[in-house]
């Protein structure tokens, strides 16, 4: 049977029998594996970087298991860069950003899924327009941010996170999966909008706040180009400070390497 006949996927159980399906599905699993290790290797690099002494750090040929394990460079790393100041920006950032995020974006999906106003096609299609815009936009929005005031604050980078058109979609299409009823159930008792998106629908989407959840917090931490942009220094979230790292503050590669690990670990955990 040739592989564009098959009806029950590409490959299962029974089709490991011939040899050209065995062929097949090793070649498929050394190409995952390939891919794997491209993924894995730089942060199994950064993490044993990060515990070498500065001398065996610049050795040529560079050693890939270390010789010491040095332990203080991760210490020293933390309290020469005041690591924990941005990682408390990150987590302002990342707060107001999810907060703004769940609660605008939210509501304007329970608005377009079951209020649905007169205009609701034309502004499903504006969401829709936004997604596809050039960055270019990036320059008239940066400079309305400037003439708000909005440079050396949050605030912006907030009400960024509350307008994400693709996160509307997301919520409008999972509103439309709860059953009207409830939703009239709770107009008869008496229930505002307000209450209940609250009290009736947001308890009932558990699954999707979840989903927009990771999405934010993943953005966010890894956001770079709006915090470099419109925030301070003393206000910059890791991201930004990995990238302001330099010889002027005396930082060794090995510390390099140190920030490196503590900036991955709360991805890498969440």
């Given at each position: 049977m040739k592989f564009n006949e098959k009806t029950d996927g590409l490959i299962n159980f029974s089709d490991l029998k011939k040899i050209e399906f065995k062929v097949v599905y090793w070649l498929m699993f050394a190409i995952l594996v390939a891919i794997s290790l491209v993924c894995i290797v730089p942060i199994i690099w950064v993490v044993v970087s990060s515990v070498k002494p500065t001398a065996e750090m610049y050795r040529v040929p560079p050693t890939i298991i270390p010789e010491t394990v040095e332990l203080g460079v991760l210490k020293s790393a933390w309290d020469k860069v005041q690591f924990g100041k941005y990682f408390l920006n990150s987590i302002i950032l990342i707060a107001g950003a999810w907060a703004c995020d769940v609660f605008f974006n939210g509501i304007c999906g329970y608005?377009?899924?079951?209020?649905?106003?007169?205009?609701?096609?034309?502004?499903?299609?504006l969401l829709f327009w936004t997604m596809l815009i050039s960055g270019i936009s990036m320059v008239p929005l940066y400079e309305t941010f400037v003439s708000l005031g909005g440079v050396g604050h949050f605030w912006p980078l907030w009400l960024q996170a509350g307008c994400n058109a693709f996160n509307v979609m997301l919520f409008r299409n999972f509103f439309n999966s709860i059953p009207m009823s409830y939703i009239e159930a709770a107009r008869i008792d008496g229930l505002s909008e307000i209450k209940i998106f609250f009290k009736i629908i947001l308890p009932l989407s558990i699954p999707i706040l979840m989903v927009v959840s990771i999405f934010s917090?993943?953005?966010?931490?890894?956001?770079?180009?709006?915090?470099?942009?419109?925030?301070?220094?003393?206000?910059?979230?890791?991201?930004?400070?990995l990238f302001m790292l330099d010889s002027n503050e005396n930082i060794m590669e090995n510390e390099k390497m140190a920030i490196m690990l503590f900036s991955i670990i709360p991805p890498a955990i969440m």
């Open positions: 608005v377009l899924s079951r209020l649905k106003p007169k205009g609701t096609t034309l502004v499903m299609t917090v993943s953005h966010q931490w890894s956001n770079f180009m709006w915090p470099y942009l419109l925030l301070t220094e003393d206000k910059a979230p890791v991201s930004v400070k």
